[in-house]
């Protein structure tokens, strides 16, 4: 029972500490954005998007290593074998240099032939975009090289880190921004410089603090083979999942550009922006639950590692549609007042990506579970076919002029098709029972999100928009929510659980009052 609380007490230190930097983050990021849009505009504003996430299809290899290198490290350190750990992260940085090296040849050939002969863009662009691909380039390469530092961060939980960097980050590129406003020069080429600049100093601030805090980041030259199999073996797999679920969603946003042009890759950028600003508030959550289900797993505490995977997915679910909701309602004002030009199929793309990242909620802790457990194989397998039918399904759409929305829809429905495999796949590898998650945990998320929708989409709101308005619609939103979650979505025992940490928050805070 004890370890169970302490295992709750710590999930919710490190998850407290990662919202403060999140909201601080996310309130000077989303700013950013609207200088950037302003200073470079929709046309330059997109290419930057998809040449940018061109180069994100190479993360198919940071992905990959990702999770081998956070994976063996996170159960090296959960069984205190700090000499293992540490041949683990010295093997890393050796492949990881390698790989670097082999995907600069690549790219400076096959990138810049892409660029220059497949994408859709106004001619006098050309040369700054493919300027734009050698600096995204280069960032990929510095935060390719950062991954072995952030594993070992994650690994012993010091989200704190992660909070004061990510500050630090969010503000040298608000300043990149203001630097834009005043540049006089190419602002999409100093936008990409600078950022790879920002990219740089991040990735060195991360390395000296992991050399003086952590006995296992001190790199020496290692070259054990059964080490480097057994990553390898792990990577191939990993790195084929990883590698078809990036081909899925940089894919489909270069179809996007084929069949809509760069105003539509904006549009899907600032949807992404500000999808990456909500679901942080959820992977903050699942960042810190993601070590100690890994932990348990190597420790043996199957059962433990099951109630974590489902209370992670539960809340995280309750989490972000505490978020979406009001949001969806005011999703137009919002973007109104955030940028000075909304462009074409925003709105849509918003609310289509936050349903998709509703079902990643879902998707996200049973999939470290599997990650965990280490055969991967047939689910790496499943997702490599489901994600190619996902992508023929999208082109075969907007070849027969089918509207762009229906990228996001269909991502939504391949999506689940993914959660099936997980699940699948986590009751034959590490007997994780599918009743208990369709019990206690997809009913009561369905449950929740039909009754609070409903309310949300029906409700008769005010027809003048205004700061007033949209405060007492997110208030109202969030309360009544709030509250079908604890009446419909919640059992007994996880009421129990949050009356007995709120009469704890009580009673200490009339502790304190009285001896002051």
């Keep these: 029972m004890s370890t169970s609380s302490d295992t709750n007490k710590r999930i919710a230190k490190n998850t407290l500490l990662l919202y403060v930097r999140q909201i601080l983050v996310m309130a000077v990021s989303l700013y950013t954005v609207r200088i950037v849009l302003e200073a470079l505009g929709e046309v330059d504003y997109g290419i930057y998007n998809v040449v940018g996430g061109f180069v994100s299809m190479f993360n198919i290899i940071s992905g990959s290593v990702a999770v081998v290198i956070s994976r063996y490290l996170t159960i090296e350190i959960g069984r205190n074998n700090l000499k293992r750990a540490r041949e683990i992260f010295s093997t890393s940085i050796i492949v990881l240099l390698a790989i670097a090296v082999l995907l600069w040849l690549v790219a400076e050939t096959a990138g810049v032939w892409f660029v220059d002969t497949k994408m859709v863009m106004?001619?006098?662009?050309?040369?700054?975009?493919?300027?734009?691909?050698?600096f995204s380039l280069l960032a990929f390469v510095i935060n390719l090289l950062s991954v072995p530092y952030n594993a070992v961060i994650i690994a012993h939980e010091k989200m704190s880190v992660f909070a004061r960097i990510s500050i630090l980050e969010v503000m040298l590129k608000l300043?990149?921004?203001?630097?834009?406003?005043?540049?006089?020069?190419?602002?999409?080429?100093?936008?990409?410089?600078?950022?790879?600049?920002?990219?740089?100093?991040?990735?060195?601030?991360?390395?000296?603090?992991?050399?003086?805090?952590?006995?296992?980041?001190?790199?020496?030259?290692?070259?054990?083979?059964?080490?480097?199999?057994?990553?390898?073996?792990?990577?191939?797999?990993?790195?084929?999942?990883?590698?078809?679920?990036?081909?899925?969603?940089?894919?489909?946003?270069?179809?996007?550009?084929?069949?809509?042009?760069?105003?539509?890759?904006?549009?899907?950028?600032?949807?992404?922006?500000?999808?990456?600003?909500?679901?942080?508030?959820?992977?903050?959550?699942?960042?810190?639950?993601?070590?100690?289900?890994?932990?348990?797993?190597?420790?043996?505490?199957?059962?433990?590692?099951?109630?974590?995977?489902?209370?992670?997915?539960?809340?995280?679910?309750?989490?972000?549609?505490?978020?979406?909701?009001?949001?969806?309602?005011?999703?137009?004002?919002?973007?109104?007042?955030?940028?000075?030009?909304?462009?074409?199929?925003?709105?849509?793309?918003?609310i289509l990506i936050l349903l998709y990242t509703l079902l990643e909620c879902l998707v996200t802790p049973v999939c470290t579970g599997v990650i965990a457990?280490?055969?991967?194989?047939?689910?790496?397998?499943?997702?490599?076919?489901?994600?190619?039918?996902?992508?023929?399904?999208?082109?075969?759409?907007?070849?027969?002029?089918?509207?762009?929305?229906?990228?996001?829809?269909l991502n939504i429905i391949?999506?689940?098709?993914?959660?099936?495999?997980?699940?699948?796949?986590?009751?034959?590898?590490?007997?994780?029972?599918?009743?208990?998650?369709?019990?206690?945990?997809?009913?009561?998320?369905?449950?929740?999100?039909?009754?609070?929708g409903t309310a949300t989409h029906l409700a008769p709101w005010p027809a003048t928009e205004g700061f007033g308005v949209f405060a007492m619609k997110t208030l109202t939103i969030m309360s009544y929510t709030a509250l079908i979650i604890l009446f419909a979505g919640m059992t007994k025992n996880e009421k129990r659980f949050l009356s007995e940490v709120l009469k704890k928050k009580v009673l200490s805070r009339i502790r304190l009052h009285n001896y002051k």
């Design 122 to 134: 106004p001619p006098e662009r050309l040369s700054s975009a493919i300027w734009v691909l050698r």
């Design 175 to 350: 300043l990149v921004a203001y630097a834009l406003c005043m540049s006089p020069t190419d602002k999409l080429m100093l936008y990409a410089c600078l950022t790879t600049l920002v990219a740089l100093i991040v990735r060195m601030v991360y390395g000296i603090y992991c050399k003086r805090h952590f006995e296992e980041s001190h790199f020496a030259f290692v070259f054990d083979k059964s080490l480097l199999r057994s990553m390898t073996s792990f990577t191939g797999w990993s790195f084929v999942g990883g590698g078809i679920a990036v081909l899925k969603d940089q894919g489909c946003n270069l179809l996007l550009n084929l069949f809509g042009g760069p105003v539509v890759n904006a549009a899907r950028g600032i949807a992404m922006q500000v999808n990456t600003g909500v679901f942080s508030f959820v992977s903050n959550f699942m960042m810190a639950s993601n070590p100690l289900i890994t932990k348990n797993y190597a420790q043996g505490n199957i059962e433990a590692m099951h109630k974590l995977i489902l209370r992670t997915q539960k809340f995280g679910f309750f989490i972000l549609l505490i978020l979406l909701l009001p949001l969806y309602a005011g999703i137009e004002y919002v973007l109104q007042l955030w940028l000075v030009t909304v462009p074409a199929h925003t709105v849509n793309f918003v």
């Design 373 to 409: 457990q280490g055969e991967i194989k047939a689910y790496e397998i499943n997702l490599t076919i489901i994600y190619l039918v996902n992508i023929a399904a999208v082109y075969a759409c907007l070849k027969i002029g089918m509207v762009v929305e229906t990228v996001f829809v």
């Design 414 to 452: 391949f999506k689940a098709f993914v959660l099936i495999a997980l699940l699948w796949q986590s009751k034959k590898k590490y007997a994780f029972s599918i009743k208990p998650f369709l019990r206690e945990v997809l009913m009561p998320c369905l449950l929740v999100f039909a009754l609070s």
